[in-house]
């Protein structure tokens, strides 16, 4: 397929978890649970924590997770949308149990563009 296609991979910064210089987050695999019960006590217990402490995250937790993360609070502002729903986040949680990300093919690209 090389001779008639050819792969373009748009590289943003920060989508890569081993430069962590770079803007924006890690992305994370989500638990593999199949029991609708258990997906909502996932999300009711992670997506409440994380909204809670990310997503309206006051200036005292704002520091705390800039100081976890090993951000400043201006990289923290430029990667949280603090205008989303809890619904929001348990929306996109939901769509993501069991999913889990696999970097090998992006190692299979024939060139690099900076």
Known sequence: ???????VLVAYDG???DEP????????DYADIKSP??????????????YWLIGK???IRKKLVCRM???T???FDRIVYKNATRQSWVNQDKCMIG????????KRTDKQYD
């Open 69 to 71: 993360m090993g951000r």
């Open 1 to 7: 397929m090389a001779k008639t296609y050819h792969v």
């Open 15 to 17: 989508f890569n978890p």
């Open 99 to 106: 999913r889990h990300r696999n970097f090998e093919l992006f």
């Open 57 to 59: 995250a006051g200036s």
């Open 37 to 50: 019960a258990l997906q909502n006590l996932y999300i009711f217990f992670l997506t409440g924590f994380s």
């Open 21 to 28: 210089e770079a803007d924006g987050v890690p992305t994370m």
């Open 73 to 75: 609070e201006e990289s």
